[in-house]
């Protein structure tokens, strides 16, 4: 989890490294408020960003000033020891708690759906882009509908389909196979910097891939045929085909 929100960060910011920019003073919103919410929270004050919600099953908080380091150590013993319910944060903190609510509806530079599947879809993207979101990368399992997808596309955001902004997971699997078989062991530093490193060639290789085949910007496409070039090459290479 801890490495599926970093990954979702390094993403967002190696999208915005296509248009000169970075998370750096964005006010980003993030869904959830499990594991993969409160890494991707962590990552993003780490990189000089604002987080301004998190949610759980019952509503969302909506806090302007920040989710700072202090109050993220409020919520992960909120949710990871008591259990608690998110409510009792806008208690604490004096802000906005929105019950049956998603976080879609606020003001943002860029989301974070970090929560479940389908949990953001077409009237969310027409609130989000209405209301400035501009960079949308997906912590969770498929959060965006087919048809919130098509709408983040259409409107030129930059949007990081889970295929490849939520890899963080999977990727810090592999560096963990590589210590053991190598009887390594990296520190915290080394793995979030080798995670880094594996997010911006992800990056790279699906922007890349979008652009020549005519599609330049599109990372859903350009996911799905870097994704289908590597596995077809690797066919070939073994000689299954």
């Known amino acids: 989890p801890e490495a599926a929100g970093y990954g979702a960060v390094y993403f967002a910011e190696e999208m915005l490294k296509t248009r000169k920019d970075s998370?750096?003073?964005?006010?980003?919103?993030?869904?959830?408020?499990?594991?993969?919410?409160?890494?991707?929270?962590?990552?993003?004050?780490?990189?000089?960003?604002?987080?301004?919600?998190?949610?759980?099953?019952?509503?969302?908080?909506?806090?302007?000033?920040?989710?700072?380091?202090?109050?993220?150590?409020?919520?992960?013993?909120l949710k990871n020891v008591r259990r608690g319910r998110i409510k009792e944060y806008a208690e604490r903190y004096d802000c906005l708690y929105m019950p049956g609510q998603r976080p879609w509806s606020v003001p943002c530079d860029a989301a974070f759906p970090?929560?479940?599947?389908?949990?953001?879809?077409?009237?969310?993207?027409?609130m989000l882009l209405k209301n400035g979101c501009f960079v949308i990368s997906e912590g969770a399992n498929m959060?965006?509908?087919?048809?919130?997808?098509?709408?983040?596309?259409?409107?030129?955001?930059?949007?990081?389909?889970?295929?490849?902004?939520?890899?963080?997971?999977?990727?810090t699997s592999g560096l963990e196979m590589s210590q053991n078989y190598m009887a390594l062991s990296w520190t915290r530093e080394e793995v979030d910097a080798?995670?880094?490193?594996?997010?911006?060639?992800?990056?790279?290789?699906?922007?890349?891939?979008?652009?020549?085949?005519?599609?330049?910007?599109?990372?859903?496409?350009?996911?799905?045929?870097?994704?289908?070039r590597k596995v077809a090459n690797a066919m070939l290479d073994q000689g299954v085909v």
Do not use: W
């Not at 959830?32 to 990552?43: D, H, R």
């Open 114 to 126: 970090c929560a479940t599947q389908n949990e953001l879809d077409g009237n969310d993207a027409d």
């Open 194 to 228: 080798k995670l880094h490193g594996i997010m911006q060639s992800i990056n790279e290789t699906a922007f890349k891939a979008a652009k020549d085949y005519g599609f330049a910007g599109n990372y859903v496409i350009g996911a799905n045929i870097a994704g289908f």
């Open 23 to 77: 998370v750096r003073g964005k006010v980003c919103t993030v869904s959830g408020s499990g594991n993969v919410a409160q890494f991707t929270t962590e990552k993003l004050n780490q990189l000089g960003a604002k987080v301004v919600t998190l949610s759980d099953s019952e509503g969302t908080i909506h806090d302007p000033k920040g989710i700072d380091p202090d109050k993220l150590a409020f919520i992960m013993d």
């Open 143 to 171: 959060p965006s509908t087919p048809e919130a997808v098509e709408k983040f596309l259409k409107a030129e955001a930059l949007y990081g389909p889970g295929k490849a902004a939520n890899a963080g997971g999977v990727a």
